[in-house]
């Protein structure tokens, strides 16, 4: 059955799908997604337009943070349906006039992708035309090494993004993975972490009985989970 264009632009991937493929043309150079970051994680995130301020807050926010996301292999991909020069001048433009919170002379060196067809931004929901029909709102996609969608965070035009969640998000998806547990909310580095619930009576009465781990009660049991072990393990990741 064919959809017809509303259908089309408010279609968004879920959690647990294989990221959606696109080509796209950007400010450093032509990219294929998600293949070109096979082995890495990835947050591709969507702003509504190039010179406009809350964007361009983000932007010198993830740019001045981007070394701290590639300590944790998290590579960064912008996008908005701008044009390819319209995206230059603006990061020109962050570079050589503006300044917030301290940070100035900032040079974007993430790429920018230019959706101008809004090809790729249909394909991951961006648009939403209760918000807006001509802009994408502020999404972000978390990508897993092998290319599979593992959480999204939407916000509307007006809203700035917490970069301090999305950079948690990231250190906790791949805390999960490799410790096989789960982080309970407000969970920072340090934290104790969740333990699944038991699959059995057997498994339940052991796990309160291990001195390693503290349970409430079966079905609520944490345990101790040093911030060095964890960041060590992240990112000494190959």
């Known amino acids: 059955m064919e959809l017809n264009e509303e259908q089309v632009i408010i279609t968004m991937p879920r959690i647990g799908d294989p990221a959606p493929s696109f080509s796209a043309v950007t400010t450093q150079g032509n990219i294929n997604f998600p293949s070109d970051y096979h082995g890495s994680w990835s947050i591709l995130f969507s702003h509504p337009a190039d010179f406009t301020p809350v964007c361009t807050s983000e932007f010198m926010t993830f740019a001045s943070?981007?070394?701290k996301f590639t300590a944790v292999n998290c590579k960064l991909i912008g996008l908005s349906i701008d044009g390819l020069y319209s995206h230059i001048a603006w990061l020109r433009t962050i570079k050589e006039k503006i300044e917030y919170k301290g940070m100035?002379?900032?040079e974007i060196t993430f790429?920018?992708?230019e959706d101008i067809t809004m090809n790729v931004a249909r394909k991951y929901g961006m648009i939403q035309p209760n918000e807006d029909s001509t802009?994408?709102?502020?999404?972000v996609?978390?990508?897993d090494p092998k290319g599979v969608i593992r959480a999204m965070i939407y916000y509307p035009l007006s809203l700035g993004r917490n970069f301090d969640e999305l950079y948690r998000v990231i250190v906790a998806l791949q805390t999960s993975d490799a410790f096989d547990v789960a982080t309970p909310a407000d969970w920072q580095p340090g934290?104790?972490?969740i333990i699944g619930p038991a699959g059995s009576c057997g498994t339940a009465k052991n796990r309160m009985e291990d001195a390693d781990i503290e349970c409430q009660d079966w079905f609520f049991c944490t345990k101790k989970l040093s911030k060095e072990l964890v960041l060590?393990?992240?990112l000494n990741k190959e």
Do not use: G
């Not at 802009?135 to 999404?139: E, G, Y």
């Open 104 to 106: 100035k002379d900032v």
């Open 111 to 113: 790429p920018l992708i």
């Open 141 to 143: 996609f978390f990508v």
């Open 191 to 193: 934290d104790d972490v």
């Open 65 to 67: 943070l981007e070394t």
């Open 135 to 139: 802009k994408a709102v502020r999404a």
């Open 232 to 234: 060590d393990t992240i």
